[in-house]
């Protein structure tokens, strides 16, 4: 018996090959609003923006948006895109609100996980709420409900096989933000997102600003600063690939 040849038959591949990058809300659902624009308009610049750079710098992966215009996507089918390309990331953007303060400001990366706070659940019912715009959701989601805190500790739950490399990702993109483009980070958090808890593959929701905040709004409008929040991203998307194919 040449054992050599079973070790090689079962050593596992690891490579990123495809990612996802889905543009949060869309369409009727404009996300969270500042003084002078929308969530919706934002996501979409940025992860446009992501995608080309990606393209650019590292041909050999394949980038799949779930949205290139201002339509709207279910929250499901969002991950659905991600599952049946066989991608083995999945990006998600998105801005920020707070109705309490206009001084809050920064970035979060999130991954599915237990909430370990109040404020960690209302992130998570606020993104979730979406689904209320959508037919037949009761049945779609299983009898989810966005209100519900018990909902969304359940829903936490689904990710864990990937939760180890959805950690390494998020925590890469912060460093970006803080060390390289010099934005505030308030740390990667975990909580119960629908966008995520179905995709089958490492995952991340990027909160890449407050809206609620007049300065930070300014900065995710202008071009130079989504640009920034991009090449943040993509930075963190090369050095994840480079580590996790470096297991090969």
């Given amino acids: 018996m040449v054992l050599g040849s079973f070790t090689n038959l079962n050593k596992p591949s690891y490579k990123v090959d ?3 990058i889905d543009a949060g809300h869309g369409g009727k659902d404009s996300g969270t609003r500042g003084v002078m ?7 979409l610049e940025i992860a446009l923006e992501l995608g080309e750079i990606i393209k650019e ?6 980038v799949i948006y779930t949205r290139t215009d201002d339509k709207f996507i279910e929250l499901d089918e969002r991950s659905n895109i991600a599952n049946k390309n066989g991608a ?4 998600s953007i998105h801005c920020n609100a707070v109705d309490y ?3 809050v400001h920064g970035t979060e990366t999130w991954i599915m996980g237990l909430h370990k706070s109040e404020t960690n659940l209302n992130v998570a019912k606020r993104e979730n709420s979406v689904i209320l715009m959508e037919d037949n959701y009761e049945e779609k989601y299983e009898g989810f409900d966005p209100n519900d805190p018990a909902s969304h500790i359940l829903f936490s739950l689904y990710q864990n096989a990937y939760l180890a490399n959805s950690l390494k990702l998020a925590e890469k993109v912060e460093y970006q933000f803080d060390k390289r483009v010099g934005r505030h980070s308030r740390g990667v958090k975990q909580a119960g997102f629908v966008v995520l808890f179905k995709s089958s593959m490492p995952s991340v929701l990027i909160e890449t600003g407050f809206l ?3 300065k930070e709004e300014r900065y995710l409008n202008d071009e130079l600063g989504q640009t920034y929040i991009a090449s943040g991203i993509f930075r963190a998307v090369r050095d994840y690939k480079v580590e996790i194919e470096s297991m090969n």
Avoid: G, Q
């Fill in 57 to 62: 710098y590292l041909p050999d992966v394949e």
């Fill in 101 to 103: 303060s206009d001084k």
């Fill in 88 to 91: 083995d990331l999945f990006v």
């Fill in 18 to 20: 495809k990612v996802v």
């Fill in 212 to 214: 609620s905040n007049p």
């Fill in 37 to 43: 624009s929308k969530e919706k308009d934002i996501a």
